[in-house]
């Protein structure tokens, strides 16, 4: 992979910061400019040696760039974009680290429409328990899946540039189209994130709360573990995503309602073989999943 | 707590085998006798010096024996109460480690109406990932909650003695109605297990089950692990417990149809405001829990 001579990252978080330590540490990258909505967030970056420069304006920010990566949250995503469009050179490639897709890509085609052929979706699944810039590490990425959802305006070799990007930091790159992208990580992501903040809202609410609590036990604590995830976050995505997550959320009713209906008839031979098809599918798929993350990381989502 | 001459285990896994192990580690227990539908799981019992004998039937079992814990899988109860009712003496105390109580109870009534003032109904709050009695250890229950559900027809002598010896497990005691009981673990236990093979059955059964899974990160993993539990443990335990889990159940399904009519609506600040109060909720708990299980058995459910 040819060296980036002037990185930057808008939004220097777990995400954007592991992103540039990756490139810095493989050697890729000349220099690394940071640029966001928060200065503390920026001088924090830069104390830390995860960028070179904080950048307070998009103009200077973007001369001389020829690789941005945007990994704010997906909610900022449309405001970034609007901002850092009049100052994109021709040439520069720009790629995302959004969760969703579908709408980091209606964000593209309304303010960089004049730049499609080098701007190239995507997302890498990491990171989400933590976060902020200090949780950055170089090795985030590694052996972790990143998601492509090229556009059909992308120039082959800005496709190949964030291709070469992400896998320099580690990643197993796959591409698929953003809408398939966003189906995919509704079910296996976003509605068991809808799913387990409702259980918790549902029993904090209650008026004997704290005795429900005081009795929950190990199955719940990890059943509810995402439900410790960042508000403002989980927000953006189910609010950009809805459209898969309620297609997910009703398949996903309907499984309930069958569950329901032999709970009520008392039908326990059905329930077993559920039961048993649940545990064989949860089973295989953790031990594949074990042996594929044998990196240090693996706490991350 | 005064000693006990000779304790009889029925199903010696987990639950009962941890019991024993705990009692006899405490010098609590002269003898303990194992009976259970597996012959192999008493053989390996007697091997590991969990018991002291293996019975194959419930005369000699409970000829002399002053204390029973009943650690069936809560589907065999009524026909391990059913077997034991003939032989068991006015004196001697039994209790059982159900993860249900009403059922358990209908069973009571049942069958050892004859013994209602020594028969004490509870429930120890731990184990489930692992099974079996070469997973049992002796501080499994080591400051764990134990639920007592006494019957109005208890003899306080009975309640104070089965007190005692979970206590002496190093449980903490709580006594409650078997209905509240019930309700608790159908919010905080039953209800989650459901809802956890739910989600990964209706995946499974998806043409792109494959592709699902691929993506699926440790956010899943955690949210699923319970998919992995017991199927017939499961079933009997969901069946059991049906009306208190079909309440928990449509309460749930309530807050899924208020989640969907927010994303329907593209309502944000007040999907926000859910996240925050249900990531709230679940931080405070978790600290707590994780304080209150300073035990490195913690990871039993």
């Avoid at 990425?141 to 896998?167: D, F, H, K, M, S």
């Avoid at 309907?254 to 649940?278: C, I, M, P």
């Amino acid at each position: 992979m040819a060296l980036i001579d002037k990185l930057v990252v808008c939004g220097v978080g777990l995400i954007g910061g592991s992103f540039a330590l990756a490139l810095r540490r493989a050697g890729l990258v000349r220099r690394i400019v940071g640029i966001g909505r928060s200065e503390a967030s920026l001088a924090r970056a830069l104390a830390l040696g995860v960028i070179d420069e904080a950048s307070a304006d998009w103009a200077s920010a973007l001369d001389g760039a020829d690789f941005v990566l945007l990994s704010p949250p997906v909610g900022q995503m449309d405001a970034v974009m609007a901002a850092m469009a009049p100052h994109l050179a021709p040439g520069t490639v720009v790629t995302d680290a959004g969760s969703t897709k579908r709408d980091v890509i209606e964000a593209i085609y309304r303010h960089l429409s004049g730049h499609l052929p080098h701007v190239v979706p995507a997302h890498p699944i990491a990171g989400a328990e933590t976060s902020g810039v200090e949780a950055a590490f170089a090795s985030l990425y590694q052996g972790r899946n990143v998601v492509v959802t090229p556009l059909p305006e992308n120039e082959p070799a800005a496709i190949l540039r964030v291709r070469e990007a992400w896998e320099a930091c580690g990643g197993v790159i796959h591409e698929m189209p953003p809408q398939e992208h966003d189906r995919v990580f509704a079910a296996v992501s976003h509605l068991p994130h809808l799913l387990a903040f409702g259980l918790v809202h549902d029993l904090a609410g209650r008026a004997n709360a704290e005795q429900l609590f005081g009795f929950a036990a190990s199955g719940f604590r990890d059943f509810t573990r995402i439900a410790g995830s960042h508000p403002e976050m989980w927000r953006d995505i189910c609010i950009a995503n809805r459209q898969a997550l309620l297609a997910e959320l009703d398949q996903y009713l309907a499984e309930l309602a069958y569950l329901r209906a032999l709970l009520l008839s008392g039908d326990g031979d059905r329930l077993e073989q559920l039961f048993a098809e649940a545990r064989q599918a949860r089973n295989a798929w953790a031990e594949q999943f074990a042996n594929n993350s044998a990196n240090p990381a693996s706490k991350s989502e």
